[in-house]
């Protein structure tokens, strides 16, 4: 691996600059990015050597580039995939850190087949942007791959690069990794929007609310402020599961309100102590 | 004010005995627990002076004490309130510091009229015991009172204690607490209980759930380690308040669910952003 062209050089994609160079990559590192403004923050941060910023140079990059990592959205990694699968050759990897993986899976299999290595990185911050990025942001994460075919050279490479960023590798089907996913991340974002937007409905700015208000209710709705601009790829993308554990929790909920004053309620409780999650 | 009993000498107990000695108060401070351990750790820390072991200890203690101070779950309180009721005598304090406060409110009209003010200070810890009690456990916290009648000498006095523990008085009537608290407190606690709930029927102890589940997992699942014996008595004397808000809540999901690919999904972000809850 020789050079690397990272599509998307927001908090994810800039960290990744940062952490092969603190790894030791020494080859060239590309960075493209909708944005001028997170490319000069990539750039400035040395997370990318140069930006490519015409069509004219994007083609460039791309054609020159070993590894491909796509870091955007996923409805905007599919648009990438689609694009840049004409121009592929032999030896080339396209790898992702989209948060679903059927989607990108299915286009893989389709598009580039036996070229592409899907990925997803579980770290990130409450806030993106690489002015954030960091060379250590993935240092004990687990850092998922959906392989679909033997490991080709420049994969097997891939993801030597990623344990020397300190990830821990965890390998997984496309429809596990989604299901997964939609019950430890995707649920908790949902119910944290649905909470969120039922109190403001509820109460908006008020006083009262706010000051008895604690820690409880600081965690349940923090991830309120999440934008629907990250989160709209991943609904649309995994509808099917998220909308499983959605109806999975709203039979619970219910269950537990007509139960309130019964031996019932004590059981789910116990089953919650049960699940004391760890780490 | 010269003499406080304390019935109930766990977490909030004892840290009421400790933050009145911090405050200055020289006067005699009385301990009643169920628990003989509860007790002696009190004793011990100094949150009390003398524990009231025997039926006829406890009599005297409350016969002599200027203020009464209920620090048991809510159903203790009220079965404590009729214990005491006849013996109450002109110029004592009731007081409590239960989670709910209809039925408490109501139980003090009935019971001792003139003699009560309930409260509920909006401070804790993720695990209970006397040994966790803090003098300090109320500075900068809400400690919300629902005055039943005039203020009297007594009350004007406690309240004067409660602020010189740090915390900011803000009076409520009952039904408006329990509708608030069913909200802000309530209704986070049982949708934390029925994700680990579900979460633990889908998954148990699976590796790879847990090293997919990141900071949001463990956030909106961390009330779930709460014990029932604590938020049994809460179910059970806010029963209408909580199944409300758990009504509103089964609804807006199953309108997010139902809307994952649709503009709807972006209004109840939105919303969400808008209520970016302030401490």
Same mark, same amino acid.
């Given at each position: 691996m020789n050079s690397v062209v990272i599509i998307g050089t927001g908090l994810i994609g800039a960290s990744i600059g940062l952490a092969l160079r603190e790894a030791g990559f020494a080859g060239a590192i590309v960075g493209i990015d909708a944005s001028g403004d997170e490319l000069k923050a990539a750039q400035?941060?040395?997370?990318?050597?140069?930006?490519? *910023?015409?069509? /004219? /140079?994007? %083609?460039a990059a791309i054609a020159s580039a070993d590894v491909i990592v796509l870091a955007v959205p996923v409805l905007g990694i599919l648009h990438w995939m689609q694009q840049?699968?004409?121009?592929?050759? +032999?030896?080339?990897? &396209?790898? +992702? &850190?989209?948060?679903?993986k059927v989607k990108i899976a299915e286009a893989a299999q389709t598009l580039m087949p036996g070229r592409c290595l899907p990925g997803h990185p579980m770290a990130g911050k409450e806030s993106g942007g690489a002015a954030l990025a960091e060379a250590g942001l993935f240092r004990g994460a687990t850092w998922l791959f959906t392989p679909l075919h033997e490991f080709t050279a420049i994969e097997i490479e891939w993801r030597g690069w990623v344990t020397k960023f300190g990830a821990n590798i965890l390998d997984l089907p496309a429809e596990q990794h989604d299901r997964i996913c939609a019950w430890v991340s995707h649920m908790p974002q949902m119910v944290a929007t649905a909470m969120s937007s039922v109190l403001e409905d509820e109460f908006g700015d008020s006083a009262e609310m706010r000051a008895i208000g604690g820690r409880a209710l600081r965690e349940m709705t923090r991830l309120g402020s999440s934008p629907y601009s990250m989160?709209? +790829?991943?609904?649309? $993308? !995994? /509808?099917?599961?998220?909308?499983? $554990?959605?109806?999975?929790? /709203?039979? *619970?909920?219910?269950?537990?309100?007509? !139960?309130? @004053? $019964?031996?019932?309620?004590?059981d789910e409780f116990q @089953?919650?102590?049960?699940? *004391?999650? %760890? $780490?």
């Open positions: 400035e941060l040395h997370a990318i050597d140069t930006a490519a *910023r015409s069509p /004219e /140079e994007h %083609r840049i699968a004409p121009t592929l050759r +032999d030896g080339q990897l &396209v790898t +992702d &850190v989209g948060s679903t989160w709209r +790829d991943i609904a649309h $993308t !995994n /509808e099917t599961p998220i909308a499983e $554990t959605l109806h999975t929790l /709203e039979q *619970r909920l219910q269950h537990m309100r007509e !139960n309130l @004053k $019964t031996a019932q309620l004590r @089953k919650a102590n049960a699940f *004391r999650f %760890r $780490t």
